[in-house]
């Protein structure tokens, strides 16, 4: 489905080796991304024989799992973790059948994980949207360069429902304000502030909120104090499910919900009020 790899990501099996000390037949661990895979087969190559022998991985997109391996027919149980957040809408609907042609023909039994919108960023949207599951999310973010790559600190962050299946991977970069020494003919701004050619493509109201948050005495303080710094705004769509939502859309595309659940950000079962992760675990008969 012409997607390309995605970089800066963590994960690396460790569920399908689980599967596999679990005593399951054989099992198939898929990403996209050639160094989660590389990670993967480095934890594979640590294990007992008795148990690598069990463990394949396939480096492709889920949409091309057919092109690479035979396994019409013959998943039992697919694990999605954290995944099906980074697929647009067609995406999703392209997914599920293809979950039910690679199931074996007694059917399977599936758990899927994404990211949640119980985000306090995002919950009030819900709770008067709770069908939606795209959020159009402007961010932006002050950068003491002196003192990290990573930013110092988020100034704002604007959430709307989003109506178009955009895609969750792609983004948007705006550099609003930089503030480096030396000459500008060198590249730097004299040590003063300087508002970039980027701030034209941010609308007034996001302009008002920006200069507005930046009124707060402890990022005035880091305005003031920073040498090397910058104002970035990062605009993309993200998906990011409630448990309800995301069975429902799972049940659309012809699968059996069992149960819903919520998890903490390492993965354990949770009743934390905004967890960052939901999940679903579902069936498909055939
Ligand atoms: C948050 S990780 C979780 C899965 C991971 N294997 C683990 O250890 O749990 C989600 C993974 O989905 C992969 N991914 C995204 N789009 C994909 C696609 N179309 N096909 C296969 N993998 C994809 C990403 O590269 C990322 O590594």
Same mark, same amino acid.
């Given at each position: 489905?012409?997607?390309?790899?995605?970089?800066?990501?963590?994960?690396?099996?460790?569920?399908?080796?689980?599967?596999?000390?679990?005593? %399951?037949?054989?099992?198939y661990m898929n990403d996209?991304?050639?160094?989660?895979v590389?990670?993967?087969?480095?934890?594979?190559?640590?294990?007992?024989? &008795?148990?690598?022998?069990?463990?394949k991985s396939l480096n492709c997109?889920?949409?091309?799992i057919?092109?690479n391996e035979?396994?019409? &027919?013959?998943?039992?149980?697919?694990?999605?973790?954290?995944?099906?957040?980074?697929?647009?809408?067609?995406?999703?609907?392209?997914?599920?059948?293809?979950?039910?042609?690679?199931?074996?023909?007694?059917?399977?039994?599936?758990?899927?994980?994404?990211?949640? &919108?119980?985000?306090?960023?995002?919950?009030?949207?819900?709770?008067?949207?709770?069908?939606?599951?795209?959020?159009?999310?402007?961010?932006?973010?002050?950068?003491?360069?002196?003192?990290?790559?990573?930013?110092?600190?988020?100034?704002?962050?604007?959430?709307?429902?989003?109506?178009?299946?955009?895609?969750?991977?792609?983004?948007?970069?705006?550099?609003?304000?930089?503030?480096?020494?030396?000459?500008?003919?060198?590249?730097?701004?004299?040590?003063?502030?300087?508002?970039?050619?980027?701030? +034209?493509?941010?609308?007034?109201?996001?302009? &008002?909120?920006?200069?507005?948050?930046?009124?707060?005495?402890?990022?005035?303080?880091?305005?003031?104090?920073?040498?090397?710094?910058?104002?970035?705004?990062?605009?993309?769509?993200?998906?990011?499910?409630? +448990?309800?939502?995301?069975?429902?859309?799972?049940?659309?595309?012809?699968?059996?919900?069992?149960?819903?659940?919520?998890?903490? %950000?390492?993965?354990?079962?949770?009743?934390?009020?905004?967890?960052?992760?939901?999940?679903?675990?579902?069936?498909?008969?055939?």
């Amino acid at each position: 489905m012409g997607r390309s790899p995605q970089p800066r990501l963590r994960c690396s099996g460790e569920n399908a080796i689980l599967l596999a000390f679990a005593g %399951a037949k054989y099992v198939y661990m898929n990403d996209i991304e050639l160094n989660e895979v590389k990670k993967f087969e480095a934890i594979k190559a640590t294990l007992p024989p &008795s148990v690598s022998c069990r463990l394949k991985s396939l480096n492709c997109s889920v949409f091309d799992i057919l092109e690479n391996e035979n396994l019409e &027919s013959a998943i039992g149980f697919f694990y999605c973790r954290n995944f099906v957040h980074f697929l647009k809408d067609e995406e999703v609907a392209a997914l599920c059948p293809l979950l039910k042609r690679l199931s074996t023909p007694d059917g399977s039994d599936m758990i899927f994980t994404t990211n949640s &919108s119980y985000n306090p960023s995002y919950v009030n949207l819900v709770l008067n949207n709770p069908t939606a599951t795209r959020f159009r999310t402007t961010t932006c973010f002050f950068y003491d360069f002196d003192k990290s790559r990573k930013p110092t600190a988020q100034i704002f962050c604007d959430v709307s429902v989003c109506n178009e299946d955009l895609d969750p991977l792609s983004f948007e970069k705006l550099y609003l304000l930089s503030k480096l020494p030396g000459e500008p003919k060198d590249g730097g701004t004299n040590g003063k502030w300087r508002v970039n050619p980027d701030a +034209r493509k941010l609308d007034s109201r996001l302009m &008002s909120m920006f200069n507005e948050k930046k009124k707060n005495p402890e990022l005035d303080l880091l305005f003031k104090s920073a040498k090397k710094a910058g104002i970035e705004i990062l605009i993309n769509t993200s998906r990011c499910y409630t +448990r309800q939502n995301l069975a429902n859309l799972l049940e659309t595309h012809g699968l059996m919900i069992d149960t819903t659940f919520v998890l903490s %950000a390492n993965g354990h079962i949770t009743n934390e009020m905004y967890p960052p992760h939901v999940g679903v675990i579902a069936k498909y008969l055939k």
